[in-house]
């Protein structure tokens, strides 16, 4: 395979899910991950590490270059026109490197075979389709993994996006970031599907779950999880505590 050239302004990421660092060091922080197929623009090129800008929620930081295959600009408007969501919780993919799985969230072509840029594809197969209904059960006890955004490990704001992602919704990335979007809704009106943010003590969003009715949210805390709500806050039956202080809700079906 020929990896992302210098003089390259496109790529995408040819990994089932590679890592978007804080700097470019594997020593720092993941920020968030990217899936195969996501497509990103190249801001600058330090030694084997690519700043990017991600085409999809728009998040910037570092990436190794033996993750990420250059593309035209003419490719990348192709791959966007043809390109779908994964909604399998996993498949198998042939690649010019050998079979590979991905993740669900990944980005894959409408029909068995199909390209980005020179590269060919086929799809092996599409395991356990993922709707707003099965959502829940698939990823329940799936390991928080900060930055994380797949079945193999996610964040709170990863989960919601993936969520809403399958829906056909794109949300930022950060749980600040998604408050910000959708329409407000009061306490009493909350309804299945809606985003319940949560604060730290300076009152900054922090955390965010999805709520699934009956007074019970979804959420990404030590793993995922389903717990009780108390006025909004969230209650841990195996710690005996709130953990999580109620800010606002979102609604944006």
Known sequence: ??????????????????????????????????????????????????????????????????????????????????????TGLSGTIETPWGLQMTPAGSFIGDHTDFNIGKYGFQRENREGELNAESFSSSFLNVPYLWGGKTSFGIDCSGLTQLYYRILGINLPRDAAQQQQEGLQIELDEAQKSDLFFYQNTSGKVTHVGLYVAEEQIYHASGRVRLDSLKNGNIWNEELGEITHQFHSIKRYL
Request: hydrophobic share 30%; net charge negative; glycine share 6%.
């Open 1 to 86: 395979m020929q990896l992302l050239l210098p003089q390259q302004q496109y790529g995408f990421c040819h990994a089932p899910v590679c890592a978007v660092r804080k700097e470019p060091s594997d020593c720092t922080e993941m920020v968030t991950q990217l899936t195969f197929g996501e497509t990103v623009e190249v801001r600058n090129q330090k030694a084997h590490w690519i700043e990017i800008t991600t085409l999809t929620d728009g998040y910037t930081g570092y990436v190794d270059r033996r993750h990420l295959i250059g593309i035209s600009e003419k490719e990348l408007r192709k791959w966007h026109d043809e390109r779908h969501i994964q």
